[in-house]
């Protein structure tokens, strides 16, 4: 944002954004919703002075945008809230490191590679009866977060690099979650193509930098951006398909700024424009699945619905292939699952409070399935369905269109 001081004085203070944020649905505090966290950035602003209660603070947002879709003034809050991290030195130095491997594509390889072995080694010493999650209990992540097991060689292990083959030159972008912890989405998606005779390129890559985006560490995310670019331009694709709502929410709309100043921003402003969300391109493409009449709830992803291009186009995708999309009361579809990226770790309680509404809702529902097109949501969604004891199968929408 360029002058997000302009932008912070757009709010009038109406209180509208009261009744639609999650966080501050459950505390009830006025330094936890939209209007509060602006006054406060403002004041910190006109100190230009940022104490670490304001940290703290700003890492209670969950940058939804559930406030932006009711105040009249239009303040773009996700953004202020953003830039005002990264100015404040928001993210920790965990936080950052953990950014920083996850945009290199050597560094990443690494980081999961122990991460496997030491969650196995904490899987042998703590059992989990279920046998299915790993539970782990480290200070940083809050205990009994329940995370799937990570396969011995993802996605991206077996697959990249792969070059494109067919009619059409499509690459696919898994990132973080599909690449290395939920193997069978790329799979899925594979299977897709192959119905249209395509085959993906898969090119070595990393992150696309959303995580450190978000967090306000904007070296990390320029880095991750930058290899990002590196991984995909040379390619001349087609189209660059992306397996997560949220990583192709970054990719359409941040890049350009991550790298502003930057000699590659042009070039990323370029690229903006061939990336897809997965499901946006099977539906412009009248691709359709047979999903003989399931019902199914869909989690769409914030960012699916605020920020991606098309975005929404999975819950038409469903209804064409044939099943029963669960309607939830307005506020509930819209609202989110309460990970949040780096906010789903920081305030794990929190962010399991916000989510088990939304999901408590879909379970009453009784649906067949339940599905998301986003990584990080999907590992909220589990956890949450997991801890209710619900057998009720929850997976990625390409998973599931795959059949
Ligand atoms: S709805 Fe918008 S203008 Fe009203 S208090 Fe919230 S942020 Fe400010
Ligand atoms: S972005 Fe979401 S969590 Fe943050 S103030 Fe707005 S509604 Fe609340």
Redesign the pocket.
């Known amino acids: 944002m360029t002058d997000w001081a302009a932008e912070l004085r757009r709010c009038v203070r109406c209180g509208a ?1 009261r009744e ?5 649905d459950l505390t009830r505090l006025e330094t936890d ?2 209007r509060g ?1 602006l006054a406060r950035i403002e004041q910190c602003d006109q100190m230009d002075r940022f104490v670490t209660a304001d940290r703290d603070a700003l890492s209670r ?7 932006v879709e009711v105040c009249q003034s239009n303040v773009r ?2 953004d202020i ?1 953003r830039d005002a991290k990264a100015r404040s030195g928001g993210a920790t130095a965990i936080e950052s490191s953990v950014a920083g491997a996850l945009g290199d594509p050597a560094r990443l390889r690494r980081l999961t590679k122990r991460a496997r072995v030491f969650l196995a080694w904490l899987a042998r010493a703590t059992p989990d009866d279920a046998g299915l999650r790993l539970r782990f209990a480290l200070p940083y992540f809050k205990a009994g977060r329940y995370v799937p097991r990570i396969p011995r060689r993802s996605y991206l292990a077996r697959v990249a690099p792969r070059a494109a083959a067919g009619q059409e030159r499509v690459a696919l972008f898994l990132g973080c979650g599909a690449g290395h912890l939920f193997d069978g989405v790329g799979d899925a998606i594979d299977a897709i193509l192959t119905t249209m005779q395509l085959v993906a390129a898969v090119p070595e890559q990393a992150c696309c930098g959303l995580p450190a985006w978000g967090m306000g560490a904007d070296r990390e995310a320029r880095i991750a951006a930058a290899n990002w670019l590196e991984a995909f331009v040379p390619g001349d694709y087609d189209a660059i398909l992306c397996a997560c709502a949220s990583c192709a929410a970054h990719l359409q709309r941040n890049l350009p700024e991550v790298l502003a100043g930057d000699r590659r921003a042009d070039q990323a402003a370029r690229i903006a424009d061939n990336v897809h969300d997965f499901f946006a391109w099977l539906r412009k493409r009248n691709w359709r699945a047979d999903l003989g009449g399931q019902r199914i709830a869909v989690h769409l992803p914030c960012h699916a619905r605020h920020d991606v291009r098309d975005g929404e186009a999975l819950i038409p995708l469903l209804i064409e292939s044939g099943a029963t999309v669960i309607e939830l009361p307005d506020a509930l579809d819209q609202a ?1 699952c309460g990970m949040g990226g780096a906010f789903g770790v920081r305030h794990a309680e929190l962010s399991r409070a916000i989510g088990e509404k939304k999901v408590q809702a879909m379970l009453r529902e009784r649906p067949d399935v339940i599905v998301t097109s986003c990584t990080g949501c999907l590992l909220q969604l589990r956890d949450l369905v997991e801890r209710s004891g619900a057998r009720v199968r929850v997976c990625h929408a390409a998973e599931l269109l795959a059949g």
């Open positions: 954004c639609v944020c999650p966080v501050f919703v939209a966290r947002c969950l940058q939804c945008g559930r406030c809050v996700p809230v989110c």
